[in-house]
């Protein structure tokens, strides 16, 4: 039987922000707020977090996730990939090709279970090999960081030359906002990339709620936009 695992990557390291993992953010760890979304989706089957610290482990068994194993300290440093450590926790989790893996980054608090489930019903009505969550840009942004998103829905690049400006008539662009990877195993495996150039779709998320924490500017912005949502 296939399952669907949620890996939330979150070292202890963090240089600009220390303890940004288990910082407070409207009432819970920074951590927390991902782990709920993926408790709450309804085609999640585990929720485990891979991480270097204990600190960590301990603040996410408090909130119901799993740390089965620890991540070696290779893979907690600053020029450690993401797609290494998520390879690492596809073999400590001993998970087939057909299972599929969700990475959630912790430092993406405002995505939701129901962006989540979105993610979920595409990999499964379009057969995708990938899901990425993107988010619109502003047409004047330059062109050269942008991703466009297929009549099909696929999600590739669109190429123009370093520092050429979105013309007004062109269709909308997107950058990846890095809340949601929905990968097969055995694509990710074989590629060893969360978008692989084919069946790589896009889930477009709101500017609000794609907002990457890195600052303290960045938590206080998270926290207003949360505090007024549970205000409404």
Same mark, same amino acid.
């Given at each position: 039987?296939?399952?669907?695992?949620?890996?939330?990557?979150?070292?202890?390291?963090?240089?600009?922000?220390?303890?940004?993992?288990?910082?407070?953010?409207?009432?819970?760890?920074?951590?927390?707020?991902?782990?709920?979304?993926?408790?709450?989706?309804?085609?999640?089957?585990?929720?485990?977090?891979?991480?270097?610290?204990?600190?960590?482990?301990?603040?996410?068994?408090?909130?119901?996730?799993?740390?089965?194993?620890?991540?070696?300290?290779?893979?907690?440093?600053?020029?450690?990939?993401?797609?290494?450590?998520?390879?690492?926790?596809?073999?400590?989790?001993?998970?087939?090709?057909?299972?599929?893996?969700?990475?959630?980054?912790?430092?993406?608090?405002?995505? %939701?279970?129901? $962006?989540?489930?979105? =993610?979920?019903? @595409?990999? !499964?009505? *379009?057969?995708?090999?990938?899901?990425?969550?993107?988010?619109?840009?502003?047409?004047?942004?330059?062109?050269?960081?942008?991703?466009?998103?297929?009549?099909?829905?696929?999600?590739?690049?669109?190429?123009?030359?370093?520092?050429?400006?979105?013309?007004?008539?062109?269709?909308?662009?997107?950058?990846?906002?890095?809340?949601?990877?929905?990968?097969?195993?055995?694509?990710?495996?074989?590629?060893?990339?969360?978008?692989?150039?084919?069946?790589?779709?896009?889930?477009?998320?709101?500017?609000?709620?794609?907002?990457?924490?890195? %600052?303290?500017? $960045?938590?206080?912005? =998270?926290?207003? @936009?949360? !505090?007024? *949502?549970?205000?409404?």
């Amino acid at each position: 039987m296939t399952e669907l695992v949620a890996i939330i990557t979150a070292r202890g390291g963090s240089k600009r922000l220390p303890g940004k993992n288990i910082k407070t953010l409207a009432g819970k760890p920074l951590i927390a707020w991902s782990i709920d979304a993926a408790l709450n989706s309804s085609g999640v089957n585990r929720v485990v977090v891979s991480t270097d610290d204990e600190k960590i482990a301990f603040v996410s068994r408090m909130w119901e996730a799993e740390v089965p194993f620890m991540r070696p300290q290779e893979l907690a440093t600053d020029s450690a990939k993401s797609i290494d450590v998520v390879i690492h926790a596809i073999k400590k989790l001993n998970l087939k090709k057909s299972d599929d893996i969700l990475l959630l980054q912790p430092t993406s608090p405002l995505r %939701t279970s129901e $962006d989540i489930n979105d =993610a979920i019903s @595409i990999m !499964r009505f *379009r057969h995708a090999d990938a899901v990425v969550s993107v988010t619109a840009i502003p047409k004047m942004a330059h062109d050269y960081i942008t991703q466009k998103i297929d009549e099909n829905g696929i999600l590739s690049e669109a190429i123009h030359s370093l520092g050429e400006y979105v013309n007004p008539d062109f269709p909308a662009r997107y950058m990846w906002n890095g809340a949601i990877y929905l990968n097969r195993v055995e694509s990710l495996l074989k590629d060893k990339t969360f978008r692989p150039k084919e069946r790589t779709f896009a889930l477009e998320m709101p500017k609000e709620r794609s907002i990457d924490i890195d %600052t303290e500017l $960045d938590f206080a912005l =998270a926290e207003c @936009i949360i !505090r007024n *949502r549970l205000h409404k």
